[in-house]
């Protein structure tokens, strides 16, 4: 069976798509700076997001000056819709800054009237551009056929098997313009870049892998494949070490915890039983009262040194 052929691939591809997204209006009245400023927010994004980042712009700012002279951070802030806005900020900073010193200004309407591929060429020399801003410019600015695909876009045509991982890596999609009409350049544009956008959102979304496996049936091999988390082995159990001569001897020995332990359960048992000791003790403090009160009866009563018996003076008187 032949390989069906890269028209009939992107057929398929423009069917499917059309029936799960909805393609975004284009916007005719936009000036070709206003463009260049919108694919700078529009790269890796939804186009409900971009259209808010975009229109959070205009009317923070005074005019494209200002966002120039702002800082990626505060712009960062203003743009917060975005998945990155601080990338999307530095795009716009940098390209503005880029027009500016080569025009001196921000009208870049004569460049409508010149050839698409010399505009072209000038727009990727621009400080910040890359191949989507540029793409999207000459599709929707100068009426060019160039289909804009960012890194969602190609890895999401990588998963279908449509282009190479060099051609991926190169951010090219040969065949591309050939096999759809320019007249549906702009709505097949727009529908491819909201599956790229939701894939890099979220690649493992349910949505998303039924969008391509209806579009490619033998895709399920290249879709990825959420990282399972591996369960540690537990380690063996350690073998139980035969106890010496030394170890039983220590254990013989009691330690100071065992001791106090020891000591606590004698004074537990010891207040728990009637104690004898007591009653020993008061048969002794009996036996030595009375001992004691003898002791203070035979003792003989000292009398004063300055104070003399009546008795002494009386028996050394002499008879008259």
Not at 141 to 169: C, F, M, Q, W, Y
Not at 196 to 216: C, E, F, Q, T, W
Request: aromatic share 6%.
């Amino acid at each position: 069976m032949t390989a069906p052929s890269r028209t009939a691939q992107f057929a398929k591809v423009y069917k499917v798509l059309k029936k799960s997204f909805k393609a975004a209006p284009s916007h005719a009245g936009r000036t070709v700076l206003e463009h260049l400023v919108f694919a700078c927010c529009l790269e890796d994004a939804r186009h409900d997001a971009a259209e808010e980042a975009f229109a959070a712009l205009v009317h923070t700012f005074f005019d494209w000056n200002e966002v120039r002279v702002t800082s990626i951070s505060e712009l960062a802030e203003v743009m917060s819709s975005l998945p990155d806005p601080r990338a999307a900020a530095n795009r716009v900073k940098r390209v503005l800054h880029a027009v500016f010193e080569a025009t001196f200004n921000f009208d870049l309407e004569a460049y409508r009237k010149k050839n698409i591929g010399p505009t072209a060429a000038w727009l990727q020399k621009l400080d910040g551009t890359t191949g989507f801003t540029v793409a999207y410019v000459v599709q929707s600015a100068l009426g060019g056929h160039n289909i804009p695909v960012d890194r969602g876009t190609l890895d999401a045509l990588l998963v279908l098997d449509l282009i190479s991982e060099k051609d991926a890596a190169a951010g090219n999609v040969p065949g591309l313009e050939r096999a759809v009409a320019k007249s549906k350049g702009i709505e097949f544009a727009s529908l491819l870049h909201e599956l790229g956008a939701a894939y890099a959102a979220n690649p493992y979304s349910k949505n998303v892998r039924d969008i391509l496996l209806m579009i490619n049936p033998d895709c399920g091999d290249r879709l990825p494949k959420r990282r399972v988390k591996r369960k540690t082995p537990e380690p063996p159990p350690r073998p139980e070490k035969k106890q010496d001569k030394s170890d039983k001897s220590k254990a013989k020995t009691p330690t100071k915890g065992d001791r106090t332990d020891d000591e606590g359960k004698k004074s537990a048992a010891d207040k728990d039983s009637p104690s004898k000791e007591p009653k020993k003790m008061k048969t002794d403090q009996s036996a030595d009262k009375p001992k004691s009160k003898a002791r203070k009866k035979s003792a003989p009563r000292t009398a004063l040194p300055g104070k003399q018996s009546s008795s002494r003076g009386l028996s050394k008187r002499k008879p008259r």
